[in-house]
């Protein structure tokens, strides 16, 4: 086991949730804990428990309220809301931005930011929604798809040549996504596919009939994978949370924990070792630095609701905010050193923005899997995967665009709502059996483009004076031309499989899964950050979300971003262990 000395204790302070709390007051003037941490979600609860576990004293900072077990609203019934959960309007008066994402409604507006307070701008409409002030922040309503990156990924690089290579490799990434899976609990299918490894998983869930003939048929004509959904929702019991009982809507909370939530995993985990204090409605406004070393000495933050500025003094900090809330954090912790933002004398801060594009694909209708729609019945929180076969590694390269897609699907009997009629005559035609619709939805790989990019707004702050984010991110031709493909290629397998009245969708957007701006590599000249997470710059200051991403691979990021800050926290404790990170510039003043 590592060995060290911790930093002296922080004052005892009360909590009004299991999960955290405002607390009243700092840490005295001249105390300093281990690491003060900026967000409590996917990475910032792994970093706080993988720490507060090793011994060290740590702080967590949480722009959102503390959260409790009353914010679990997914099985209140729509007809006791005010709205009946029917429109989106009434929350657009505060959030016109977050009202566009699904995950955003009557049940749980509340959880996300108002967007008149904290504003962002954008010359070229970017939905930057999901941003929840919240313990937990987005794994409150997360997709929980967890899928690990292969070499393909990593590597891609020397694949096809575009951008740059991740400065590692899978195997080194490998046991930190085997100690993620154990404790969230991810359920799926092992497959033995080389651009999609398996994972230590627990029971799948079922496939239903049309996606498992599906499946089938397309396995046997194209040779193409699909399977069941790797999803962190349990299916069977663990550490005291029970498995899902597919109520459906988790974006509204789950009573039963039965999905992966930092607020009620790793937040609690850190806070029980007595070594973990949370302060929520704590607005970071900047990293501090000490100028005669250049090292970061801690953060100051804003109270959410006085406006007090307070001070957290850490020997290291970890930004865990979420990406475009960590680099909009660094560039406002700028120096008269770094006048640029700090840590980034390559210049790359900011630079290479990437998000999944989605929205493209296509339906079918499969008459021979005819059902009653299911109305209040059983909601799998799942669907099934399409593994990439596009520009595959070793094959035949794809005319037109670089990278690849999955596919993330399902099959159902939809209602049939809009049927004519009143009473019961409407009622039972609501309810009448029909085909099973089968729709496929294309996530693909966005590449690192130097205009895609995000910097501060000079004439934009948030209600707290702090300067706003500017995003800039446009489609560029590689994903068109790709999502054109997404559409093509799903019509075909559908039609293939025996699907009717087959119809495409090419209505490109922007999936909520933002990757880079800071990124990894071993060059202090091209890059942000080292290997580990760490910033070139200032050597105890460490960027544990999104940011590090050279590339953002073909699937969803959040389960690479949980292992990356676990790997990246034994590479801290190890430093501290030898002496070489922990020697942050003593606070002045202090006794």
């Known amino acids: 086991p590592l060995r060290f000395r911790p930093c002296s204790t922080i004052a005892r302070v009360q909590h009004n949730a299991p999960t955290g709390g405002h607390v ?70 505060t959030r016109p931005r977050q009202a566009e994402s699904y995950a955003c409604d009557e049940w749980n507006a509340d959880w996300h930011v108002n967007d008149l307070a904290e504003p962002y701008t954008d010359p070229e409409p970017f939905p930057w929604v999901g941003r929840i002030r919240l313990v937990g922040g987005r794994t409150n309503v997360w997709g929980r798809q967890s899928y690990r990156f292969s070499d393909a990924d990593f590597k891609a690089a020397s694949f096809d040549g575009a951008g740059v290579d991740w400065p590692l490799a899978y195997r080194d990434l490998e046991p930190y996504y085997d100690i993620v899976e154990r404790y969230i609990g991810v359920s799926g299918a092992k497959e033995a596919h080389p651009l999609l490894p398996d994972g230590v998983f627990q029971p799948p869930m079922a496939m239903g009939c049309a996606e498992r003939a599906f499946a089938d048929r397309v396995k046997t004509r194209f040779d193409r994978t699909f399977t069941i959904g790797r999803t962190a929702n349990l299916t069977a019991p663990l550490n005291g949370r029970a498995p899902c009982h597919y109520c459906g809507p988790c974006q509204r909370g789950c009573t039963t924990h039965s999905y992966f939530n930092s607020a009620f995993t790793t937040i609690p985990d850190a806070v029980a070792t007595g070594r973990c204090t949370l302060v929520t409605d704590a607005m970071a406004r900047r990293v501090l630095v000490d100028p005669a070393s250049g090292r970061a000495s801690g953060v100051e933050y804003i109270d959410r609701h006085t406006h007090a500025v307070h001070e957290i003094r850490a020997r290291t900090v970890i930004l865990c905010a979420q990406m475009f809330e960590s680099v909009r954090l660094l560039f406002n912790s700028r120096t008269p050193d770094g006048p640029n933002g700090l840590a980034n004398s390559s210049g790359q801060l900011g630079r290479h923005l990437m998000v999944h594009v989605t929205d493209a694909g296509a339906s079918a209708e499969f008459p021979e899997f005819a059902a009653p ?47 004519a009629g009143f009473g019961r005559p409407f009622m039972d035609a609501v309810r009448a059996a029909g085909p099973a619709v089968l729709r496929l939805q294309g996530f693909g790989e966005c590449l690192a483009y130097d205009d895609n990019v995000c910097d501060i707004d000079p004439s934009m702050v948030d209600a707290w004076g702090i300067p706003a984010l500017r995003i800039r991110m446009s489609l560029h031709d590689n994903e068109r031309r790709m999502a054109e493909d997404m559409a093509a290629a799903a019509a075909e397998m559908l039609e293939a499989a025996g699907g009717r009245d087959v119809k ?6 922007w999936a909520s899964h933002e990757v880079g701006c800071a990124r990894m590599g071993t060059d202090p000249a091209t890059s942000v950050l080292t290997p580990s997470q760490q910033a070139h710059d200032v050597p105890n200051l460490f960027v544990m979300d999104a940011s590090g991403f050279p590339s953002s691979g073909w699937s969803n990021p959040t389960l690479t971003i949980m292992a990356l800050a676990v790997r990246s926290c034994d590479h801290l404790l190890e430093r501290m262990r030898v002496g070489d990170v922990c020697a942050a510039p003593p606070i002045a003043g202090a006794g």
């Open 24 to 93: 009243s007051g700092a840490p005295a003037r001249g105390e300093r804990v281990d690491a003060v941490i900026v967000g409590s979600g996917a990475s910032g609860g792994w970093a706080a428990k993988r720490l507060a576990e090793a011994g060290l004293r740590v702080v967590v900072l949480e722009a959102g309220r503390a959260r409790t077990d009353d914010d679990n609203r997914e099985h209140i019934p729509a007809h006791t809301l005010t709205y009946r959960g029917r429109s989106k309007a009434p929350l657009a008066k």
């Open 504 to 509: 495409t969708f090419v209505t490109p957007r």
């Open 373 to 419: 729609p299911s109305v209040g019945g059983p909601d799998r929180p799942n669907g099934i995967l399409g593994i990439r076969f596009r520009n595959v590694p070793g094959g035949a390269p794809s005319q037109g665009f670089l990278r690849g897609y999955g596919y993330q699907a399902d099959a159902r009997v939809p209602a049939h709502t809009g049927a």
